[in-house]
């Protein structure tokens, strides 16, 4: 219906990053379970073509450590495709601060970009699969203040709120629970564009959902004119080409502002069989999109993203776990849909 829930992925990578790098040589006794990832040799993209730090112990890494050390190579080889990708990592509440310092330190030493998603909006998802969110305004003001000051001077990519600004437009998001929201992205926006290098993307939507029409003034409202650009396609599958039309049209709007375009799994485009609620949802066949990238061959993209980790569930349907836990088969069904 909103082609826009389960924007998942609120559990944070392995742990604080520094903890983990420190006993990333270890790995798991049980096969099915992920090792640690620095095993399995994952490296950084060229810095010219995709600034963003690959985390070398995300899931994905420690899947590829754990199907090798299995003897699994044709399974490990299809989860490289990800693991070797920079991909958004979502900070959860749990100690904020630590997590976007120990990201931002780990992307600093690398001479990479560290990208990260906020998802912690009071009232999040309406109640849905990634449900939940802080518990009021003052509580989201200090998870921004912590994670502004785990940033610090390092640079960083924030993708803000996925569908916090669309579900105000589509009243899924509670009509009085809507001011305080928009004072909140604002607030948000202002507070991390403060920082020396960090850019900030507000979410706008996807290109199955509605129109620009509906969006732009609610954006403006929530902070689009400070913020660097807005974000398309977050945790959706849409296809570039279509995300681009929408992210145009919608640009004109606010001022001509970049947007940048989540392809993590809009490889095939969207699911269109089974409940029309649920396609969001872990659908089937779908595949890995374009990697990530600043080199889109137009001005208006500033990148291709993967904001949503592959192989991390939507929620618990078509057999998935609960919202953002690692899935390898979906992940494996991804990899194995792409090209190259």
Same mark, same amino acid.
């Given at each position: ?51 963003f730090?690959v ?22 080889g ?28 780990a ?11 906020l ?63 928009y ?21 706008? &939507?996807?290109?199955?959902?509605g ?17 660097? &650009? ?16 929408? &992210? ?20 095939? &485009? ?29 001005p ?5 993203l ?31 849909a792409?090209?190259?």
């Open positions: 219906m909103y082609g826009s829930r389960g924007a998942a992925g609120v559990r944070a990578t392995a742990a604080v990053l520094g903890a983990a790098l420190l006993i990333a040589g270890c790995s798991s006794d049980d096969e099915d379970e992920p090792a640690h990832g620095a095993a399995a040799g994952i490296t950084q993209q060229p810095k010219s073509i995709a600034p730090w985390n070398p112990d995300g899931n994905a890494a420690q899947q590829v450590a754990a199907y090798e050390k299995a003897g699994k190579k044709a399974e490990a299809q989860i490289r495709k990800i693991a070797q990708q920079p991909t958004g990592e979502w900070i959860s509440p749990e100690n904020p601060e630590e997590q976007a310092r120990g990201f931002t330190e992307a600093a030493r690398a001479d990479r970009t560290a990208l990260l998603v998802y912690n909006i009071p009232h999040r998802d309406c109640g849905q699969f990634s449900g939940g969110g802080a518990a009021d305004g003052n509580a989201y003001r200090a998870f921004v203040d912590r994670v502004a000051q785990g940033i610090g001077d390092r640079p960083a990519a924030v993708i803000l709120e996925p569908d916090a600004v669309l579900h105000m437009v589509d009243n899924c998001t509670a009509p009085e629970y809507h001011e305080e929201r004072d909140l992205l604002k607030g948000a926006v202002t507070t991390l564009k403060s920082l020396k290098n960090t850019k900030v993307y507000l979410d706008a &939507g996807n290109a199955g959902w129109h620009p029409d509906q969006i732009f003034e609610p954006l403006k409202r929530a902070g689009i004119d400070q913020a660097d &650009g807005f974000a398309v396609n977050v945790s959706n599958f849409y296809t570039t080409q279509d995300s681009i039309a929408y &992210g145009k049209e919608l640009s004109a709007k606010v001022g001509g502002k970049p947007f940048v375009i989540d392809t993590s799994r809009n490889g095939n &485009g969207p699911y269109t069989e089974g409940n029309p609620d649920e396609r969001w949802c872990n659908p089937p066949g779908r595949a890995l999109g374009e990697t990530p990238t600043t080199e889109t061959a137009d208006l993209v500033d990148a291709y993967w904001i949503k980790r592959p192989g991390e569930s939507d929620g618990e349907c078509k057999g998935g776990p609960k919202a953002g836990e690692w899935w390898p088969d979906y992940a494996l069904e991804l990899a194995r792409s090209r190259g």
